[in-house]
């Protein structure tokens, strides 16, 4: 029994220890809250943020030009439950500001209940000062600001806009909020230091010469819209992007922004390029070997592929040679060309530049290509001339880009970008020795082929046209197409590539009633040269004789235009020595 | 006239006269700060993940209900019902957890739950108060019964939970149980050598979890070593912080707090932080001295009963509840490494709320005075070489001064 009670002890103390641990243990926690909650320095507490503007950083061209900016702007609002005397505020109000709705006013601020009624949102500092000086009880301003595009429709698909509250929602202005982010980041930096604006590689002045052809060229051509941008081949920064038709980003939504038509044409939608494929597919059997500029196809007869028929649209019925493929734009001798290649290559060359792929740029609006569902001989065929698949106009101009600048893949830019950069991310996709061919093709093309109608006298203009029946109720449609014409200049030794698509251009008597691309997307493409090529710096070269040709050729395909009326006269002086 | 006569000896009369109503008291509170706390730290949870505002408030509300019902019901129950009641439930509980291993879902990589019906419970919250119960009988077999390997029964339940909980796995649940069953042995008498033989086997098995599981280990080394994040970044850990920080004495008001915002849980595993937060530090020291009073009060008066299973048991289920808020509470302040643990009656979720619920309400049923005395003399008229009830004090008597309504506890 003494064990027994000896045991009682035991079990008593160990007791009393386990609740002097509990409490111990109580009471440290109660202490570690207790630094936790009370020991802190108030000024390490958050800071209670209330919603507010977020900074955006103003959006500029590659010179400085301001393309968005954010600027202050006073709201109006009202605290119901304050206000002493609904109807004479009320009153006041729509003397100042007559288009308020006084009776839906009355209705909010008779409800003792509401805390905050909106009554004007974005006004200017005069009609702030005016409200202010009525002295309503109950009536505030905030201080806000609002995003303001100087130049309007300009640049509308690129830079996008943003919502009232600050949201990006397409284009760069999209961009700022997320992957672009560190040009926000900079502006929340209290020093200010590091505050930059985000710098396009937009030139608003090549933009808006691009953009006033297009325009053009879609009024003269009754074209259902319209796209085309300018590219620099050796940084892939994008110098301009217009697609028609556009919006006013300073007021989106009534100018039409969120439409269907509005989109995006040059990204964010997929078209077949036609013929402009053709370049890609040269480019592949001249540097895989299968064919040498002397080498010639057989074109006398439509290719048959089991029950499909390849036919030419500007049919020669003989044996061609590379170059005149390119410049009849043979589709026979494409797709013999792209045979000769074989399935595999073709397949692995097209995924090689891209084509198989989504192209990321700083733009949210981008499209996935539409490609066929297994790879066949015909389809092999149909896609040497650019058939059967569909890409972002920007891609086919990404590549052909690369076919030019000595055969490297650059991804484009929307923002500002310099060489050695370009060079990091630059992938070499055909040798020197090709694009250099291609040079000679493209340049072929403008002094002989389908692209004659260019002739920006004296700038070498060179490039590929490219006329695709458009899709309509899931047919190829004889009657309706989408022209291209993707180009590069000076050939000698392209800086920058120029792009024109137009949408259901119509046949018209100046076009003889043709439609296709060499009729219209080719000579718009040509003026936009003979505007920018000056703005660039790039200088012509007017003594040869093919320049002489240009120039009477543009006569007569621009009787309307007397600009390059100085340059002809200088051209006759450099001719003349 | 009172409408319960002292000298009715009636199943109602004698829980009226008998029960700890201080005790029953702190547990309602607790409950009903649940409530209010739900309100304030849930609706952002709920609304990040998409759901209604209100959806886990009202289904704490739910939840709630039931588990009043069960606290009290449990509190009704005799010692032999204890018991009964216990054993089915650790049966029906290990038997889920099997289950739950094989066809319960996958949450956060773990298999803890298992769907019944509309409800999806989870079994290992009920085995914990089930087991404590179970081994704190077997303990208190061990001197009486010296022929049955009782202690070595005990093990085995602990064995067999255990095992279950690591299979999942559950590494906080297996802390939990491992500390209150170190804290029964350690009242049922075991020497301190061999105590201190078991804590560093645990120690052991702590670093082979460290080394072993990959988030155990992140967890630690995050409490170890706080990283060094770029400015701007933060993890969970800092939010509570930053939660207690803007917190101050009196709170930042119900919906008003701004780090409780990005805590992921802020409605279970850190409600102590979103309530620092918004309530302030009266809310928090409230709520620390509500589970210090229920668990010290429990440890008391289990202390002073003479009967050795209800002694065990109440001491059981009160380390029980105490070690759960108490890591919990630990977590939350950072004096613990971050461990998936929910705080006991306030944090949302049914099958913790009813477990919780269910435990007090037992320990509540076994420190009633009548309840005590009875199993005293049950155990007192088996016994032979019994080292609690004196043989000077028959188990007679001890029924008798139940009878007379012993408010002596």
Not at chain 1, 420 to 445: G, Q
Not at chain 2, 92 to 104: E, N, Q, S, T
Not at chain 2, 195 to 207: H, K, N, T, Y
Not at chain 2, 240 to 262: C, T, V, Y
Request: with cysteine; net charge positive.
């Amino acid at each position: 029994m003494t064990a027994g009670r000896a045991g009682i002890g035991a079990l008593f103390t160990r007791q009393r220890l386990t609740i002097l641990a509990f409490a111990a243990v109580f009471l440290v926690i109660a202490g570690k809250a207790a630094w936790l909650t009370l020991g802190v320095d108030p000024e390490r507490r958050t800071a209670v943020v209330r919603k507010a503007h977020i900074p955006r950083p103003d959006i500029v061209d590659r010179n400085g030009i301001l393309l968005a900016a954010d600027m202050p702007f006073a709201s109006v609002f009202a605290e119901p439950y304050r206000m002493i005397d609904v109807d004479e505020a009320v009153e006041k109000l729509t003397s100042v500001v007559p288009s308020l709705n006084a009776a839906k006013l009355r209705r909010l601020f008779s409800d003792k209940r509401r805390k905050f009624v909106w009554v004007l949102r974005k006004i200017g500092p005069d009609l702030e000062k005016r409200i202010l000086d009525l002295g309503i009880p109950g009536i505030r301003v905030m201080k806000e600001k609002r995003r303001i595009y100087p130049m309007g429709r300009l640049a509308a698909h690129v830079v996008g806009f943003s919502n009232i509250d600050s949201k990006g929602l397409s284009g760069i202005e999209r961009f700022l909020d997320g992957a672009g982010a560190i040009f926000t980041a900079s502006l929340i930096n209290p020093s200010g230091k590091d505050a930059r604006p985000a710098q396009l590689a937009l030139d608003v002045r090549v933009q808006h010469a691009l953009r006033a052809e297009l325009q053009r060229a879609m009024r003269k051509y009754k074209a259902l819209g319209a796209g085309g941008l300018v590219m620099n081949v050796h940084t892939g920064e994008i110098l301009a992007m217009v697609s028609l038709p556009d919006f006013n980003p300073n007021d989106p939504v009534k100018t039409g922004a969120l439409k269907k038509d509005r989109l995006n044409r040059m990204t964010a939608g997929v078209y077949e390029l036609g013929s402009v494929i053709k370049a890609v597919t040269f480019a592949m059997a001249l540097d895989a070997g299968t064919a040498r500029l002397d080498k010639s196809y057989d074109a006398r007869f439509p290719l048959r592929i089991g029950r499909m028929k390849i036919n030419d649209y500007h049919a020669q019925r003989r044996w061609l040679t590379v170059p005149e493929i390119f410049i009849h734009s043979s589709n026979i001798g494409t797709a013999r060309m792209a045979l000769e290649v074989g399935l595999e290559r073709h397949k692995a060359f097209l995924r090689k530049v891209g084509l198989f792929d989504k192209l990321r740029t700083e733009l949210p609006e981008a499209a996935r290509p539409l490609l066929p569902r297994r790879w066949t001989k015909v389809s092999s065929a149909t896609a040497a001339f650019g058939h059967g698949f569909a890409v972002q106009p920007l891609q086919g101009a990404t590549v052909i880009a690369a076919l030019i600048n000595g055969g490297k893949l650059i991804p484009p830019t929307f923002l500002k970008r310099d060489k050695d950069a370009a060079e990091v991310l630059s992938r070499r996709i055909i040798s020197e020795d090709t694009s250099r061919k291609m040079r000679y093709l493209f340049r072929l093309n403008a002094i002989e082929g389908t692209a004659r109608r260019a002739a920006a006298p004296g700038w070498r203009v060179g490039g590929k046209t490219g006329t695709a029946e458009k899709v309509i109720n899931g047919r190829y449609s004889k009657d309706h197409r989408l022209t291209s014409f993707i180009g590069a200049f000076p050939m000698d030794d392209p800086k920058y590539l120029v792009m024109v698509m137009l949408d259901d251009p119509r046949p018209t008597a100046e076009t003889r009633g043709f439609a296709t691309s060499g009729w219209n997307a080719v000579p718009t493409a040509g003026r936009v040269v003979a505007r920018i090529a000056p703005i660039l710096g790039v200088k012509p070269k007017l003594d040869s004789e093919e320049a002489k040709k240009e120039l009477a050729r543009w006569r007569k395909i621009n009787p309307d235009w007397n600009v390059p009326m100085a340059v002809a006269a200088k051209g006759a002086v450099s001719g003349a020595q | 006239m009172p409408l319960i006569s002292r000298k009715d000896s009636g199943l109602l009369a004698r829980w009226w006269f008998s029960v700890d109503w201080a005790l029953m008291g702190a547990v309602f509170l607790l409950m009903a700060l649940g409530v209010i706390f739900s309100l304030a730290a849930s609706p952002p949870v709920a609304e990040r993940i998409g759901l209604d505002g209100f959806h886990f408030f009202r289904r704490h509300l739910l939840f709630l209900f039931p588990a009043v019902v069960l606290f009290v019901f449990a509190s009704f129950l005799d010692a032999r019902q204890v018991r009964r009641l216990m054993l089915g439930v650790y049966v029906a509980g290990i038997v889920l957890m099997v289950l739950a291993l094989f066809i319960g879902p996958a949450i956060k990589g773990a298999h803890r739950w298992i769907n019944i019906g509309p409800f999806s419970i989870q079994p290992s919250e009920f085995v914990k108060p089930a087991f404590v119960v179970l081994s704190a009988w077997l303990l208190a077999q061990a001197r009486r019964l010296p022929d049955v390997p009782a202690v070595a029964i005990a093990w085995g339940l602990y064995g067999l939970f255990v095992g279950l909980l690591f299979l999942q796995p559950d590494m906080g649940q297996t802390a939990l149980t491992t500390a209150t069953w170190l804290g029964l042995l350690f009242l049922f008498g075991l020497r301190w050598r061999t105590i201190g033989l078991l804590a560093g086997g645990v120690l052991l098995v702590a670093v082979g979890a460290w080394a072993m599981f990959p988030h155990v280990r992140a967890r630690v080394d995050r409490f170890l070593h706080p990283p060094q994040l770029p400015d701007g970044a933060r993890d969970q850990m800092d939010f509570a912080i930053e939660a207690f920080n803007n917190g101050g004495l009196l709170g930042m008001g119900p919906g008003g707090g701004m780090a409780n915002k990005h805590l992921p849980d802020a409605h279970t595993d850190f409600i102590f932080a979103a309530v620092g937060e918004e309530f302030g530090f009266v809310a928090v020291a409230l709520v620390v001295m509500l589970y210090a009073f229920i668990v010290l009060r429990i440890l008391i008066k289990a202390g002073r009963l003479r009967c050795r299973f209800c002694r065990f048991a109440a001491s059981g289920l009160a380390m029980l509840f105490g070690l759960q808020a108490i890591i919990n509470m630990g977590v939350n302040v950072q004096l613990l490494p971050a461990k998936g643990m929910t705080l006991p009656l306030i944090s949302y979720g049914g099958s913790s709320m009813w477990a919780a619920a269910l435990g007090l309400g037992v320990a509540l049923a076994l420190l009633r005075a009548d309840v005590a005395e009875a199993e005293a003399a049950h155990e007192g008229a088996e016994a032979y070489g019994d080292d609690l009830a004196s043989p000077a004090t028959p188990a007679v008597s001890g029924i008798a001064k139940a009878a007379q309504g012993g408010q002596a506890a």
